[in-house]
């Protein structure tokens, strides 16, 4: 089991950066695949990002891609997820997630944070 927190959502303009953080605790967060998923309203839960236990595999949908950088440190047990560049359509409710997968569907994964608040600008 592993219980997951996020943290470092807010408001933001258009074209500026944020840093969203996922603090884990529980047992053996190193041996599972952490990802970023986000929900806007009325659309469903998609797939933004992950990246393995190893760190040898890192994945991010194509909307994000060149814009959002995914990391982790398993010394803090801690997942990032580092937006520039940002968009008012990347307006979203996003979670951090984490299953011994490296699939993308939000059912493969099992734990789940309760979701910080990224509000976008034009």
């Known amino acids: 089991q592993v219980q997951l927190v996020e943290s470092g959502g807010g408001l933001v303009q258009a074209g500026g950066s944020l840093r969203l953080s996922c603090a884990a605790s529980?047992?053996?967060?190193?041996?599972?695949?952490v990802a970023w998923f986000r929900q806007a309203p009325g659309k469903e839960r998609e797939f933004v990002s992950s990246?393995?236990?190893?760190?040898?595999?890192?994945a991010y949908a194509d909307s994000v891609k060149g814009r959002f950088t995914i990391s982790r440190d398993n010394a803090k047990n801690t997942a990032y997820l580092q937006m520039t560049n940002l968009r008012p359509e990347d307006t979203a409710v996003y979670f951090c997630?984490?299953?011994?997968?490296?699939?993308?569907?939000?059912?493969?994964?099992?734990?789940w944070g309760q979701g910080t608040q990224v509000t976008v600008s034009a």
């Open positions: 990246y393995s236990r190893a760190g040898d595999i890192t």
């Open positions: 529980g047992r053996s967060f190193d041996t599972y695949t």
């Open positions: 997630a984490a299953e011994r997968t490296l699939r993308r569907g939000k059912e493969d994964y099992n734990f």
